[in-house]
C-alpha cells in the first residue's frame, strides 16, 4: 500500500466522521428559535395569521381555545412540530402569501398567542423557526399528556420531563379561564360510589350535576372558568381558591401546600400571572422544537 492511499483513506475517513456529525446534527436540529426569522422570507406572516385567527373568532368562539390546547398538545407530543395537526387553523391564508416558507407549527405558536390576545390576555412575541416533524402517531397522544385526575407529583414530573418548572406548570393551567370540557373528564367527581368529592365546592357540584347527569349526551361540555368563560383573565385561580376547579388536577394546586402559595398569589395578582404565563408560553413553544434542515416545512394539502 502506498502513502497516497494510506492519506486518501484517512481523508475519507475524516469526511466520514464530518458528513455523520453533520447528519448527527441536522436531525437533532437544536437550533435556537428566533422572534424574527421569517423577516425576510414571509414578513408579513404574523399579520396574515392574527387575520386569520380573528376571521375564525368571529364565525366561531370555539376555535380560540381549540387553538390554545392544540399548541399545548402539539409541544408535549414529538415537541412543538405540528404532529398533532391534520389541518392548520390558518394555513391557507399564510400559503397564499407565502408558499413552502412558513411551517405549520408556527403557525400554530403564533395563532396559540393570537388566542390568548383576542380574549383579552397578555401579548408576547413569538419565537420561530420551527419546522414540521414527520411523525404523527396517534398511540402517542395519550400517555404524553396529563390526566385530569392526575395529582401534584404527576403534573409536576410530567411537565419537568419537558423542561418546565411547576411554577410553569401553574400559570399554563390557567389557560383554563377560557374553553369547555366534556362531562366524562369529571365526571367521576360527581358520581363516585363515597358521592360527591368533597374538596368541591356543594353548590358548584349540584350545578354541574344538573349539566352533566348519570347517562349524559357525551357532547355535552361546561365552561372550564364557571366566572369568565370566554375572557383570558386570573379568574381561573380565585375559583380554584372557592373550590371551583373543574378537574381534580385543577384543584390539587390549590390545596397541596407546595403549590398553594403560587394559586394565591395568581389570585391577587393579574399583571404577575400574566408575567408568569408569558414566560412559561415561551418555555412550551421550546420544547423539543425542529430546526435547521430537521423535519419539512409541511403543505396544508
Ligand atoms: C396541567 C395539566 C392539564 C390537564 C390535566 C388538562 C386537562 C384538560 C382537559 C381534561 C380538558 C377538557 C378536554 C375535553 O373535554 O375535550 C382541557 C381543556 C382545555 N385545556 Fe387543559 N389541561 C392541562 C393543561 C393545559 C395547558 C398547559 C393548556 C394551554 C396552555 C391547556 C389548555 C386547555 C384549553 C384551552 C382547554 C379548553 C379546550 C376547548 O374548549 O376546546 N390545558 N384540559
Ligand atoms: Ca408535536
Ligand atoms: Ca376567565
Known sequence: MEFGDVWRRR???WLLVLIISMGIFARKGEGQLVENFYKSTCPNVEQIVRQAVQNKFSQTTITIPATLILFFHD???EGCDASVMISSPSGDAVEAA????VSCADILALAARDAVVL???PNFNVELGR???LISKASSVDRNLPSPNFDLNALTSMFA???LSQTNMIALSGAHTIGASHCNCFFDRLFSTSGVDPSLNPA???QLKQVCPRNVDPSVVVKLDPTTPNTFDNLYYRNLMNRKGLFRSNEVLFTSSASKGTVVGFANNERQFNTTFVEAMQKLGRVGVKTGRAGEIRRDW
Open 131 to 133: 419546522r414540521d416533524g
Open 75 to 77: 409541544c408535549f407530543v
Open 98 to 101: 407565502c408558499l413552502d416558507r
Open 11 to 13: 481523508r475519507i475517513g
Open 161 to 163: 420531563r419537558h423542561g
Open 119 to 121: 380574549t383579552g390576555g
Open 204 to 206: 358548584y357540584a349540584e
